[in-house]
């Protein structure tokens, strides 16, 4: 892979998200076995953190990938590591399989860990970074790539040692002023209704805005565009049809949503997760740099 071959990714890499996609091909599996799962609707066991999935196979592939959907593995389906597995395994470790270093292989789990946690923070600056809105904020946005890059460049011991809650909170300050400007600017060029929309009678006592419990509701009448859903919980809401233009989606909970038809194409901070663990259509408007998941084809997860 020619990105391996070089120590610094420059942004016009980062503009096409190519690094920060999944690539298990290259990767030894590690979500499978560094992550903690309890038994619930999208898993079918407890799992402790480094204990391998009991379906992992030899070679660090699923052995029932092909049938995930079909028993209802919703968890396994949806996940997305921003490309941090296969940037531990083939970069960290250089090709090093955790199996052939026993003695090493929790540190490899947690060298993991914190690499999910920078890459996804390289997935929402590179998003707010291509917004025409942020010109004002853009240099501050690409000195933080830059360091959050250099971070991903850094030995075993040296990714351990990142107080990555320190850093999480420096780029939320960059993010948070990144909302402000993209959904004031999708408000300001929401074109008039002629009979504005209403809320309907399951919404009416619902809040919209960050965090606000969303559960089941629905929101196909409700004019999103701009809109603070940050942290929101969207499980099972009707969101057909929907303009989410400009709307923060960071850390919305999209599981069995229906965003069939919705407008996601303009969205802020959306990511192929919250995508895959959604319920859209052929009619869904996605961002470039996401794929329409396999499941939407078949009307399940």
Not at 101 to 121: S, Y
Not at 139 to 149: G, S
Request: glycine share 6%; proline share 4%.
């Amino acid at each position: 892979m020619e990105w391996l071959k070089n120590s610094s990714v420059h942004l016009t890499d980062y503009d096409h998200r190519h690094h920060l996609k999944a690539d298990c091909e290259q990767c030894f599996g590690l979500c499978c076995v560094a992550l903690s799962f309890s038994a619930s609707e999208g898993f079918p066991m407890d799992k402790a953190a480094g204990q391998p999935c009991k379906h992992l196979q030899s070679d660090c592939r699923c052995a029932i990938h092909p049938t995930l959907h079909k028993r209802g593995l919703k968890g396994c389906i949806s996940f997305d590591c921003f490309g941090a597995g296969q940037k531990v395994s083939q970069m960290t470790y250089r090709g090093t399989d955790w199996k052939t270093i026993p003695d090493q292989a929790d540190t490899m789990f947690n060298v993991f860990l914190v690499m999910l946690q920078l890459h996804e923070l390289l997935w929402h600056l590179t998003d707010a970074l291509h917004q025409p809105a942020t010109h004002s904020i853009r240099q501050e946005l690409q000195e933080l790539l830059d360091v959050t890059e250099q971070y991903t460049m850094r030995s075993p011991a040296e990714l351990l040692g990142i107080d990555t809650m320190e850093h999480k909170d420096r780029v939320n300050v960059l993010l948070v002023r990144t909302s402000e400007l993209v959904r004031a600017g999708a408000r300001n060029k929401q074109k008039p209704q002629p009979k504005p929309k209403q809320r309907s009678s399951s919404t009416k006592q619902k809040r919209i805005g960050r965090g606000a419990d969303l559960v089941a509701a629905d929101l196909s009448k409700m004019d999103l565009q701009g809109a603070h859903l940050r942290g929101a919980l969207l499980i099972a809401a009707n969101l057909q049809d929907v303009d989410l233009s400009g709307a923060d989606l960071i850390g919305a909970d999209l599981r069995d949503a229906n965003v069939s038809g919705a407008d996601l194409s303009q969205s802020l901070f959306l990511t192929q997760f919250q995508i895959s663990s959604a319920r859209g259509d052929e009619a869904t408007r996605l961002p470039a740099w996401l794929q329409r998941p396999e499941h939407w084809h078949r009307n399940q997860i």
